[in-house]
C-alpha cells in the first residue's frame, strides 16, 4: 500500500459539488477580479479567526511583505525572525530593501525562541516575526511583551497554522497584524495560489488594500508605490467552502497525530512531536526526529511512503543569504535539527489503515538503519 505525503485530490472532491457552480457562474459573468465571493470569504475567514478585518491577497508571500510595509517596515529595517522557516518569511523582508535578522528555535517545539529574539534587538529593529510552525501556535504572549518594551511590532507568519490556538485566541488574532498562505498543501487550501492579511487595525487594512492594488482606492489614482497582489475571485468560493470544513479538518489532523504518538511510542531513536502548553495545534505537519534520517527516509520512499523535510536547510545556510555572514554552527538547535527532521503523511482523509502501513514501514526502516550502523562500528 502507497501512502501519499498529501492527499489534496480527496479535499477537492469533498467540495465540488459546491464550488462548481459558483465557478460556473464566476465564469458566465466574468467577475474574476474582487466582487461578492471574496467580499463573503474575507467576512466569513475575520468570524473565523477572531478579527475584525481580513484582506485576500494573491499569496502567502505578498501577504507577509503587505504586512510588513504595513506597519511601517522600509529600506535597511531589521526583522527578527526564526532561522528555522519557509524562505517567503524573510524573502518578504528583502524584497522590502529590509534586513533579516535570525535567532535559534526552542530546542522542543522548534519554534522562535523569545529569549534569542530580545539578545538581537538593536535599533533598527522594527519587527518580531512569530512563525507558527507545523500547525503550532508561537509563544506571542511573551514576544509581545519584549515587543511592548521596546516599541516595535510582532507580525504572525500564520501560513501554517490556520485554526490553531492558544490560550489568547487563534493563530492570526493574536498580534496587530498576522499574514497566511492558502496555498494548496495548507491546512485551509486553494485550488492555486492565495494568501491574506489579518489585523484589528482599520487603518492596516485600509493600507493594505491600497498596497495591494497598485497603490490605489481609486482607480487612475495612486498614493504609493505598491503592487499587483489582489486575490482571484475564483478562489474564493474554493476557501468558503473548505473553511465550513476546517474546524472538522483540523479535528482529524488532531487525531491522526494522537495516533501516529500511539504507533510510533517505542520506536527507539524516533522522537514524536509535542504540542507547548495552552496550545491547540492543527497539525499541518507531523514532523518526527530520527536518527540517521537520510537512510531512514530513503527506505520509506522506497516503501512507497511520502515523506519530507521541513526545512532542510535553515535559511541562514541557504545561498541566497550567504552575503548576511551567518556561519554554520550559530543556531545549533535549528541546525541539529535540520538533519533530524522527517515529515510524515498528515491530512485530514489519512486513515487509520495508511497510518499503520506508515508505522511498519518505519520499524523496518528504523531496524535496517540500526543494523547498518551496526556493521559500521564493527
Known amino acids: 500500500m502507497r501512502v501519499p505525503f498529501i492527499d489534496l485530490?480527496?479535499?477537492?472532491?469533498?467540495?465540488?459539488?459546491?464550488?462548481?457552480?459558483?465557478?460556473?457562474?464566476?465564469f458566465g459573468t466574468a467577475g474574476f477580479i474582487g466582487g461578492s465571493e471574496v467580499d463573503a470569504f474575507e467576512r466569513e475567514y475575520a468570524a473565523f479567526i477572531g478579527v475584525e478585518h481580513v484582506v485576500g491577497v494573491s499569496?502567502?508571500?505578498?501577504?507577509?511583505?503587505?504586512?510588513?510595509?504595513?506597519?511601517?517596515?522600509?529600506?535597511?529595517?531589521?526583522?527578527i525572525m526564526p532561522v528555522n522557516t519557509f524562505i517567503a518569511t524573510a524573502e518578504a523582508v528583502s524584497r522590502i530593501g529590509a534586513v533579516p535578522v535570525f535567532v535559534d528555535v526552542d530546542e522542543e517545539h522548534l519554534l522562535i525562541d523569545p529569549d534569542a529574539v530580545e539578545a538581537a534587538i538593536t535599533d533598527r529593529t522594527r519587527v518580531i516575526v512569530a512563525v507558527?510552525?507545523?500547525?503550532?501556535?508561537?509563544?506571542v504572549e511573551r514576544l509581545l511583551s519584549i515587543a511592548d518594551r521596546h516599541d516595535i511590532v510582532v507580525v504572525e507568519d500564520a501560513a501554517q497554522s490556520q485554526g490553531a490556538s492558544s490560550t489568547a485566541g487563534r493563530a492570526g488574532a493574536l498580534s496587530r497584524v498576522a499574514a497566511t498562505s492558502f496555498y494548496p498543501g495548507k491546512n485551509l487550501g486553494a485550488a492555486g495560489d492565495a494568501g491574506a492579511v489579518m489585523t484589528n487595525d482599520e487603518h492596516i487594512a485600509?493600507?493594505?488594500?491600497?498596497?495591494?492594488?497598485?497603490?490605489?482606492?481609486v482607480k487612475y489614482v495612486h498614493d504609493h508605490i505598491g503592487m499587483n497582489a489582489r486575490l482571484d475571485a475564483i478562489q474564493a468560493p474554493v476557501l468558503r467552502a473548505k473553511l465550513t470544513r476546517l474546524?472538522?479538518?483540523?479535528?482529524?489532523?488532531?487525531?491522526?497525530?494522537?495516533?501516529?504518538?500511539?504507533?510510533l511510542t517505542d520506536f527507539e531513536g524516533v522522537?514524536?512531536?509535542?504540542?507547548?502548553?495552552?496550545?491547540?495545534d492543527v497539525w499541518h505537519l507531523y514532523v518526527v526526529r530520527v536518527a540517521d534520517r537520510d537512510r531512514v527516509m530513503a527506505e520509506l520512499t522506497a516503501e512507497g511512503i511520502g515523506v519530507g523535510i521541513h526545512y532542510p536547510t535553515p535559511v541562514h545556510l541557504t545561498e541566497a543569504y550567504a552575503a548576511l555572514g551567518y556561519t554554520r554552527g550559530q543556531f545549533p538547535v535549528a541546525e541539529t535539527a535540520a538533519n533530524t527532521i522527517m515529515s510524515l503523511p498528515m491530512f485530514p482523509h489519512l486513515t487509520s489503515t495508511q497510518q499503520?502501513?506508515?508505522?511498519?514501514?518505519?520499524?523496518?526502516?528504523?531496524?535496517?538503519?540500526?543494523s547498518a550502523k551496526s556493521a559500521v562500528d564493527r
Open 9 to 26: 485530490a480527496a479535499q477537492q472532491a469533498e467540495v465540488a459539488a459546491e464550488v462548481l457552480p459558483v465557478w460556473r457562474r464566476l
Open 271 to 280: 522522537r514524536t512531536p509535542t504540542s507547548r502548553p495552552g496550545n491547540t
Open 356 to 370: 499503520e502501513r506508515v508505522a511498519d514501514a518505519m520499524r523496518s526502516a528504523v531496524v535496517k538503519s540500526a
Open 206 to 217: 485600509s493600507r493594505i488594500r491600497n498596497l495591494a492594488g497598485h497603490g490605489s482606492t
Open 59 to 79: 499569496n502567502g508571500t505578498d501577504a507577509l511583505e503587505l504586512a510588513y510595509r504595513a506597519v511601517g517596515v522600509g529600506p535597511g529595517d531589521e526583522v
Open 247 to 263: 474546524d472538522a479538518w483540523n479535528a482529524a489532523r488532531g487525531v491522526a497525530a494522537a495516533r501516529y504518538g500511539e504507533l
Open 132 to 139: 507558527h510552525l507545523f500547525g503550532q501556535t508561537a509563544a
